[in-house]
């Protein structure tokens, strides 16, 4: 079966500092991999997905199939990147299915 | 173009009755997907139509159920509420051109069950 394992609950970090947040799948096919983001009062939207290979708001995933991972970094934080992220995985077959990690709540302190 | 849109924002229901959620697709696009936001489950797949079928199905007892129509706008129904429906309802739709494309969520549809 599919399944997104998200470790952290909780991030927290100060403004400038790096942050990674973790994502591991579990899929024995070719996944399509996707990081959505949910500001706060805001609906859910996509950050990136890794078909595209684009950096957006300075963060990148790469999808790494022999660790089965996709964390998401970005160098530099920004208080503005405070949100709930969440990893989610569908496939070939899956119409449109996405199944979810269970967030990340990320918290960028001044 | 508009967002996905869903009605009602907000919902208060008893236990027992039933309620019926409405979800408005970007327009072109014809695939929308349901799912269940809990704070003890996550985000769960209800369900997903196209061309008015519905081609996928979460594991949900059959007392959730959805339609979709022509226009692809798409209607989930939940008959005999439980305490453990209160949740909030996303909508969301694509454009479905390989099955795995990007999903557009609606702002959702809280719902209470009292």
């Known amino acids: 079966a599919q399944r997104v394992t998200q470790p952290e609950k909780l991030l927290s970090v100060f403004k400038g500092a790096p942050v990674e947040l973790k994502c591991n799948y579990s899929y024995s096919g070719s996944p399509e991999l996707f990081w959505y983001v949910q500001y706060s009062r805001q609906r859910l939207q996509l950050l990136l997905r890794h078909i595209s290979r684009e950096s957006i708001k300075g963060f990148t995933a790469d999808l790494n199939k022999g660790e089965t991972s996709f964390h998401l970094k970005k160098p530099f934080a920004q208080e503005e990147d405070s949100a709930m992220y969440y990893c989610a995985l569908s496939f070939s077959g899956g119409y449109n299915k996405l199944i979810f990690g269970a967030g990340t709540r990320l918290a960028v302190h001044p | 173009k508009a967002g996905v849109t869903q009605t009602p924002r907000y919902l208060i229901k008893t236990r027992g009755q039933q309620v019926t959620l409405s979800c408005s697709p970007i327009?072109?696009?014809?695939?929308v997907s349901w799912y269940q936001q809990t704070p003890g489950q996550g985000l769960q797949f209800l369900f997903e139509?196209?061309?008015?079928?519905?081609?996928n199905k979460g594991n949900f007892p059959g007392r959730f159920s959805g339609r979709q129509f022509s226009n692809s706008r798409s209607e989930m129904n939940v008959s005999t509420l439980e305490l453990g429906d209160s949740a909030l309802y996303l909508c969301?739709?694509?454009?479905?051109?390989?099955?795995?494309?990007?999903?557009?969520f609606g702002p959702g549809t809280r719902l209470t069950v009292l």
């Open positions: 327009s072109g696009h014809r695939s």
């Open positions: 139509y196209f061309s008015e079928t519905q081609r």
């Open positions: 969301a739709s694509s454009p479905d051109r390989a099955g795995t494309d990007t999903q557009y």
